[in-house]
């Protein structure tokens, strides 16, 4: 049965795919051909859609007439797995995009596809000021300590909390970097003081949060410095540091403070419905959430780091979201155009107004001093969480998040043992399945694929 719904899902996106392209072959075209007033014409992929594409078009129009030389055409290209598929159908054809962006958990993919050249191409051409960008963002996009791809929309776990709730309940505050006993204390306190009313709080099923939480560890997903020092050959997900965060959940659903929303878009949909009608208090998630809460939330809310277990240091978290790659078999001038635009968007201007609009914390370490980002987050200092849990982490192997071909089938292995986990059954039992269907995975796909540590194209 499992086999047939994989090859049914195989079959569904292949025909979206192929639906899909002809109608990018058509537009991009048509794109390529509209060369305004002898510019030169960018065309860009992106997975950027409701309020986000706005921003990001907006962004866009302010870089076209800031010069005169190029034209970006953003596109949207649908889901970042549906865009990366078109994408691997056009690589080398003249209706492949110039620029794509691409998530961090599809960075392998791109890197297999050997259809792009690395940013630091152009950095070291340019003596581009990296340092002006996170460490802890761009080291999540370096191969053999090249940058791969120029980072752009980053976020990172972190816990939101109901503080109208706390306070209407006589809960104190979460501190700012909780363990896992303050938020269990919290949770329990929370739905045993409403009666039952509210939830304490919620994770939903998402292969990427205990990633995050071994993360803050300083435990790996795979060996080999989690896929980066050498090709990753077997994961770790029954590490004591996974058991102890996937015990801890499980010990908050038996004290009945925990409510399961399960997986996919639509746990994800009814975990924030469920927080912004106040019959949840606690979640874990993207940092990106920000935007959403600063404009739904009728309430007061709080923002921590990531908890950690009791005893246990806060290591820091791997980075979320995605970055933006050239694809290397275009002319010059539109590689060239391709990388003014990266850095127009890295700007601290720029950065602000995209952390303003979306959500997503600017990567630029300047642009918390524009005026419109400072003043917004004297007015609400949780928009500084993410870069405050960013700064006191660790740059480490763990931070850098994991690397390899495989990542997408550990997710869903994981999340298979978080669905059984929340039911009841053993966590070792779960974890161990978990690693064992992994570990079958990587070993298939390095059997007949090459090493993605040699990119140095």
Do not use: C
Not at 66 to 91: C, D, F, R, W
Request: no cysteine; charged share 15%; hydrophobic share 40%.
């Amino acid at each position: 049965m499992k086999t047939t719904y994989k090859k049914i899902i195989a079959i569904v996106a292949a025909i979206v795919v192929i639906f899909g392209l002809g109608f990018f072959f058509t537009h991009q075209q048509s794109a390529s051909a509209a060369d305004n007033n002898g510019r030169t014409t960018i065309t860009f992929w992106h997975s950027m859609n409701g309020p986000n594409e706005k921003v990001l078009e907006g962004l866009v129009d302010q870089f076209n007439k800031s010069q005169t030389k190029y034209t970006v055409k953003p596109i949207y290209a649908g889901s970042y797995e549906l865009s990366i598929m078109k994408y691997a159908n056009t690589v080398g054809s003249n209706v492949s995009p110039d620029l794509i962006q691409s998530d961090q958990a599809n960075q392998s993919m791109m890197i297999g596809l050997n259809s792009t050249v690395p940013v630091q191409k152009f950095i070291d051409r340019d003596h581009y000021d990296l340092s002006q960008l996170y460490p802890g963002v761009t080291a999540a996009y370096k191969i053999n300590g090249k940058l791969a791809s120029m980072p752009f929309n980053s976020s990172s776990s972190v816990m939101y909390y109901n503080q109208s709730l706390f306070k209407k309940y006589g809960i104190p505050d979460l501190p700012l970097s909780p363990t896992y006993s303050d938020v269990t204390k919290a949770a329990v306190a929370l739905t045993q003081k409403s009666k039952g009313a509210v939830k304490g709080m919620t994770m939903q099923i998402y292969g990427w949060l205990p990633e995050e939480l071994v993360a803050n560890q300083n435990s790996l997903v795979v060996n080999h410095d989690n896929g980066r020092q050498a090709m990753a050959t077997s994961a770790t997900l029954n590490s004591p540091e996974m058991v102890k965060s996937m015990n801890w959940l499980q010990d908050v659903i038996k004290q009945n403070a925990f409510q399961n929303f399960g997986t996919g878009s639509a746990a994800a949909n009814n975990q924030s419905a469920a927080f912004l009608a106040q019959k949840v208090g606690i979640f874990m998630q993207s940092s990106a959430m920000l935007g959403q809460l600063q404009t739904n939330a009728k309430f007061k809310y709080g923002v921590t780091f990531t908890p950690h277990p009791d005893g246990t240091k806060a290591n820091g978290v791997a980075i979320g979201g995605a970055s933006l790659w050239i694809t290397k078999d275009k002319p010059t001038a539109v590689q060239e155009g391709a990388w003014q635009f990266m850095k127009y968007l890295m700007t601290p201007k720029s950065q602000a107004t995209w952390q303003l609009g979306t959500g997503y914390f600017a990567v630029n370490q300047k642009a918390n001093q524009v005026k419109s980002l400072a003043d917004a987050i004297k007015k609400n200092p949780a928009l500084a969480v993410p870069i405050e849990q960013l700064n006191q982490g660790h740059i480490n192997a763990a931070t850098a998040g994991a690397f390899f071909s495989n990542i997408q089938e550990e997710r869903q292995n994981v999340e298979l043992a978080m669905q059984q986990i929340y039911g009841g059954a053993d966590v070792k039992k779960a974890l161990d399945e978990a690693e064992a269907d992994t570990n079958t995975a990587i070993s298939k796909t390095n059997s007949v694929s090459g090493n993605l540590l040699d990119y140095k194209r």
